[in-house]
């Protein structure tokens, strides 16, 4: 399903943010898509993933972000691979997917203004465009993008600022919020690490209950205790 909104207004009064390096007739074969954050951070970023298709065609968009983040991107078809960084990893690990990505994409658009982000886009691709806070210890955040999306509270709608991040090569006159497929509920282990609805159920007059598991990618799981 996708449900279509007009962003023209939204960006037409506002001024150009800085590009530096930016060239309208760059053509991208290999994007990255980073998005560090919760499923709605993942939804809100589906218009910008479109946007970036229809603006290179034949490009391959893959998409970086938190394990069990990830899932509604399954079977869009604006995404070719899902890179998951594991809940709760450590730089070690964070050390050994940055060695995977080193200049892996012409590309990176980086959704996210933190940390570790950034240093995901860095180590991705040479020309990267960002979203950004304005203060002061993030200098070197701006110091690394050759476009940069600053982050304020006079900013409009979160997915206006994330197709902000094409304003160099184009912005769209309109954005699609792309949903997830319909996908065939199964059972799967390990939801409570990441983001579900947690119930649990146990009668007046026991001891023993149930913990139910369900996710919007329409994984469960249900586990009894005794």
């Not at 869009?76 to 960084?85: A, K, Q, R, S």
């Not at 007059?205 to 990618?217: H, K, T």
Request: hydrophobic letters at 45%; aromatic letters at 8%; glycine letters at 8%.
């Amino acid at each position: 399903p996708r449900r279509a909104v007009s962003v023209a207004r939204a960006v037409r009064h506002r001024p150009a943010v800085n590009a530096r390096g930016a060239d309208g007739g760059d053509r991208f074969e290999r994007i990255l898509v980073v998005c560090t954050r919760q499923l709605g951070d993942v939804l809100l970023t589906t218009p910008l993933i479109r946007a970036a298709r229809e603006r290179w065609p034949a490009a391959t968009i893959d998409v970086l972000g938190f394990g069990g983040t990830l899932g509604m991107l399954r079977g869009n078809p604006d995404v070719g691979e899902l890179i998951e960084v594991p809940a709760g990893s450590g730089w070690i690990a964070s050390r050994r997917l940055l060695a995977r990505l080193w200049r892996r994409y012409d590309l990176a658009l980086i959704a996210q203004y933190s940390d570790r982000a950034h240093l995901y886009g860095f180590a991705a691709a040479r020309r990267r465009s960002g979203q950004v806070t304005r203060d002061a210890k993030s200098w070197w955040k701006r110091a690394l993008l050759m476009h940069e999306v600053p982050m304020d509270l006079t900013q409009s709608h979160a997915v206006v600022q994330k197709l902000r991040l094409l304003e160099p090569w184009g912005l769209p006159t309109g954005a699609v919020l792309v949903a997830p497929p319909p996908a065939q509920p199964a059972r799967t282990d390990g939801l409570w690490r990441h983001t579900c609805f947690e119930a649990f159920v146990r009668a007046p007059d026991g001891e023993a209950y149930v913990e139910i598991n369900l996710a919007p990618s329409g994984e469960w799981a249900a586990y009894r205790f005794d």
